[in-house]
């Protein structure tokens, strides 16, 4: 079963008195276990379709199911649950909330869910060891290089094992030997826990590395083959 | 609640100038608080004092608190005497007040109250050691806790009042109010204390109020208006119209701390709300990824409330220990003259405290919707 797919997917933005089909028409269906990339030049879409994807904004038109599970028609809460049980988020900024320690960062979609401390700790702790950071789990974001910073955000987004971890843009702002070694932590998690994640990128040596490559163009799916 | 409390911490100066803003206002509340709950005190050991009973005095009298206190004009006895014969009068008691020590400040005027002992007349005040005085009671004296403290007095001996030597039988109870300070004593003995001191006053059983029981079963306001009726050249206040004077002197004080409130809910709710906008449109990514990993708009919304309103519980609780600060230390200071300006109750402990949560909890209110409702995909762009 396709963990999400999408059919006749549609975003469209008024800027003025022009519109914008951001995402326009798109089919697209992805399996358990995926490691793919989705790339394009900025302003294809790519994005959009992430939000799209990580039910964090609603379509024009089209429907986004993920799991079986139809979301267009969902209410903010509903849409929040969705994002909370389902989706992991990896973004080009990181993310972390610079009051909390490593740990903490990555125990706070636990927290959303309402997992009880002492089980939210282990857990991160757990997280936190698949990613190699076992030792920075007191610092906070401030005494972390943007590689650990990176890797702390993958373990919080794999902390709730997700069904689908959509990253974007996560080896923007690292130099070439973090982004080689961030993309084969995510590689690593996909083969050793069955992960299913998602890349935006417009990094060709990050979209090469995964093993399905997703061209989009004005919003419209380019190409879709095997890397 | 720790992430509560890192987040305020964030930004120090700006939080400790928000917090303190409240604090100042908390502070004058607490002290205010603390001197209206004394005259609640006060007022309520008048209440005792002037419940069940009507006071007569001359029609041209000036009336202070509920009580006739002459200002120069009198009665004679007889009049007394007189009103024990209107239908409904179980006694009518003459009274006359000296003073024996003027107040310092705002402590309370040591005074002799001289009358005709009457059963049931001062029932409202309960008789700690001895007793009440009686029906030919002479050269007899029931004391105020406070004056008899002052005074050092017990049941039993005597004490000098006015270069008047009175054994003392009894002691009252701690009321908080005005009768701690007073000396009762019977009628005659008092009269002739007024006299010495008032040497240009010819010599005649003269009162400067008389205070009036009902028969039970009467009804007390028509008494009240039965007498005026009666007897010519008096006027007299019945319980309801003291309680009435009583409340208008409280009301002054009630609106000078309705004030106070009204200021601190004014300065420190806005800089509530002026702090609590800004922190959120510091962390608009944070409630963006926040929202983005699962957090409902309820989740946002109790975090930055439960910010707001912690920002006033801190400075509410700090407001209020400096207030009591400055209570106990204005009641030390005053304590050898055995005045007592300030009164600690529950109230005014959790009054203050409670009032500056709820304050800024509501002024957290809009800021707080303001973050809750934000698009999670704006939010995440900005930078």
Known sequence: MSIVTTSGLKKVYKVGETTINAVDGLDLAIEKGEFLSIMGPSGSGKTTLLHLLGCLDVPTSGTVTIEGKETGNLKQTALAAIRREKIGFIFQEFNLLPVLSAVENVELPLRYLKVKPAERRRRALEALEKVGLTERANNKPGQLSGGESQRVAIARALVTEPALVLADEPTGELDTTNTVRIMELLRELNEQLDLTVAIVTHDPMVAERTRRIISIRDGKVESDKAA | ?383
């Open chain 2, 1 to 383: 609640m720790t992430f509560i409390l890192r987040n305020m911490w964030r930004r120090k100066a700006r939080t400790f100038l928000t917090i303190f803003g409240i604090v100042v206002g908390i502070f004058a509340l607490t002290v205010l608080g603390g001197m209206t709950a004394r005259m609640n005190q006060q007022v309520k050991g008048m209440k005792g004092f002037i419940a069940g009973k009507i006071s007569v005095a001359p029609a041209n009298a000036n009336e202070h608190m509920g009580m006739s206190v002459g200002g120069g004009k009198f009665l004679n006895l007889s009049v007394a005497r007189a009103i024990e014969k209107v239908p409904g009068v179980q006694s009518a008691s003459g009274m006359v007040m000296v003073q024996l020590k003027q107040s310092e400040g705002l402590s309370q005027p040591q005074m002799m109250v001289a009358y005709e002992p009457v059963p049931g007349m001062f029932k409202d005040i309960k008789i700690s050691k001895g007793r009440e005085l009686a029906p030919g009671d002479a050269g007899k004296v029931v004391l105020g806790s406070t004056l008899a403290t002052d005074l050092g007095a017990k049941v039993g001996s005597t004490v000098t009042l006015k270069d008047k030597s009175f054994e003392v039988v009894g002691i009252m109870d701690t009321t908080m109010g005005v009768t701690d300070t007073w000396a009762f004593v019977p009628y005659q003995d008092g009269l002739s204390v007024f006299l010495a001191a008032n040497p240009f006053i010819k010599s005649v059983d003269l009162v400067q109020s008389i205070t009036v029981l009902p028969k039970s079963g009467t009804s007390i306001e028509a008494l009240a208006t039965t007498i005026g009726k009666t007897i010519p050249a008096i006027k007299t206040t019945s319980p309801v119209q003291a309680e009435k004077q009583i409340s208008q002197m409280t009301t002054i004080f009630s609106a000078i701390i309705l004030g106070i409130a009204f200021i601190a809910l004014f300065v420190g709710g806005l800089s509530v709300i002026n702090t609590m906008i800004m922190s959120v449109s510091e962390r608009r990514r944070e409630i963006g990824l926040k929202k983005a990993i699962g957090a409902t708009t309820g989740t946002i919304l109790r975090e930055y409330l439960g910010e707001a309103a912690m920002i006033g519980l801190v400075a509410g609780a700090c407001g209020m220990l400096l207030g009591l600060l400055a209570i106990s230390g204005l009641n030390r200071a005053t304590h050898a003259s055995n005045v007592v300006i300030f009164t600690v109750t529950a109230t005014v402990i959790f009054g203050p405290v409670i009032f500056a949560t709820i304050l800024a909890g509501l002024a957290g209110l809009f800021p707080a919707l303001r973050a809750a409702r934000l698009n999670p995909v704006d939010a995440l762009k900005e930078e």
